[in-house]
């Protein structure tokens, strides 16, 4: 089953403009603040990525918005809903999917679902049907009379992704998501978030694999230190300057290829590699990108490699400096 057939029977998308809006969010754990003050939006319809260091606050953040933990300040909606006046109506428009999973692991993975299922109020055999929907669209039917607990972490993470969308919820926030999941299933998970998106859902997802959470996401908020620091939006950012790599087949032709982008104003930058790397020039965005491609073909230059260089998020979270550590490290005694 794919999921935009468990998504057919779905109630229609949040209207435009829902999803979450979170403004000046503030939790402390004693001395620690591990939320200073975040303002943040996750439209309907979009992939968000929540980028930060390990310990910028992105899951306390996220429990935030899912009404586990109470704000010391701040507001959050969701869906419409002002989630710290009336975060029970909030959690019926939320799905979580925490870092880890953290199920009743006695339980049968069926039995997890439907239990899920009736605490969002579906009759029983409504909540049944459902969580035998959801096994097959995370292929694991062939598990669900058994417990949890043999579960792979892998399945444990699919598992998870199930309970999490059980009652279909229009705003979906997952912590790592990817964690434990191999290339298949990674592939998987982004075409499922992004079939969500599709279908009106607001997702915020959390990773530390930048290069995949770029290729699931619209846009990205960056956190430091517990504060919301930069919103980039990557549909703008074609337009942006960014490195590209640029390479023939012959490496003994490389100067050829140097020459021609010479011609074209630009200079291979310093460390660019070894000759098999080819050169990186600074292009600037993907329009020039696609003009400097059609010209090097044109002139006959041969090209097997030409991609930007990292990723957008990648260059973002290095060119933010977000991670502070690597300043005050330094500085010890
Ligand atoms: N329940 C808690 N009690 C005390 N301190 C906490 C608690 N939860 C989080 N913290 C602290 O708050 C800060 C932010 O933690 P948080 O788990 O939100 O970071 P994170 O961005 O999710 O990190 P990671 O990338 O490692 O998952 C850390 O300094 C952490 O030690
Ligand atoms: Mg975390």
Redesign the pocket.
Known sequence: MTLSSVLDVSPPPPAAGSGIVAHGLARS??P?H?VRDVSLTAPAGTVTALV??????????MLLLATLLRPDAGSVAVAGVDATADPQEARRHLGWMP?TLGVWESLTCHDILTSLGRLYGMGRVAAAARADEQLEWVELTEFARRPARVLSRGQQQRLSLARATVHRPAVLLLDEPANGLDPTSRIRLRDDLRAMAAAGTAVLVSS?VLAELEEMSDRAVFVREGATVSTQDFAAAGAQTRPYRIAGPDPARRDELVHALAAHGLLPGADAGNRRDGVVVQVRGEQAAAELLADLVRDGVPVSHFAPEGSRLENAYLDLDLDHRRHTEGERP
């Open positions: 754990f004693g620690v591990a930060g260091p390990n310990g910028s606050g992105k899951t306390t953040l870092d530390h």
